[in-house]
């Protein structure tokens, strides 16, 4: 968020917090004329594994956000869990066109397709040819069934993952397979699809949202 202030003058200023009963509340303000207005976004309980909490949690911001500033369109940057957020609620209100609608996303790190550990029976996976993992999390076949859902074909998608070296499909904690299968949920279904890989000590999975080539390209696709 710093670097979108300082290389593509946005306007940081508004936060919504976001409490365990899904309340939102706005604080802060924007400079007067405002172009670019950025909006931070804080979850009270970021460790939930409930999808169908966090994307609600994550609709009411955006009706929040609707109320008070009478925004239509969104664009969002999602690290990790926030992901989650993102792609449950197009998957359950991308339909409903009286709600803001989705002009540009980024994901960073995503876990679509679990996570070592949490997910029950997570194992070693891969791409097929077709893009589809040859494993599947729970979360993952439910959004298969439904991505007839997604009614996002105005959007633009920047998918961004990590290798911590190049002989790993992993970034510390999320497999790549994982960040990638967003690809095979969203493709045909929106108006551009690219990922963008990156290796090093700096793409690991937490310092992915600190790494400066990482921030560029993320001002880049937004702006």
Sequence with gaps: ?????????????????????????????????????????????????????????????????????GFKKFNVVAHSLGNAAVLFDELKFSRDKKLPQLKKYVAIAGNFDGVPGVHKDQHPNQ????????????????????????????????????????????????????????GYLVRNRVKSYRERRFTGWDAEHTRLRTNPNVARAVNEFIW
Aim: net charge positive.
């Design 1 to 69: 968020m710093e670097s979108a202030v300082f290389e593509k003058h946005a306007h940081t200023g508004v936060t919504a917090f976001v409490a365990n009963n899904g309340k939102v509340t706005l604080k802060g303000h924007w400079p007067a004329h405002t172009k670019r207005p950025l909006v931070n976004v804080v979850f009270k309980n970021n460790r939930t594994h409930s999808y169908y909490k966090i994307s609600h949690w994550f609709r009411n911001v955006l009706i929040a956000l609707k109320h008070k500033y």
């Design 127 to 182: 791409l097929l040819t077709s893009g589809r993992p040859k494993w599947l999390a729970p979360k993952y076949r439910w959004a298969l069934a439904h991505r007839q859902n997604l009614r996002i074909r105005q959007a633009r998608i920047l998918n961004i993952y990590g290798r911590l070296n190049r002989h790993v499909h992993f970034d510390g904690k999320i497999l790549n397979p994982s960040s990638r299968s967003l």
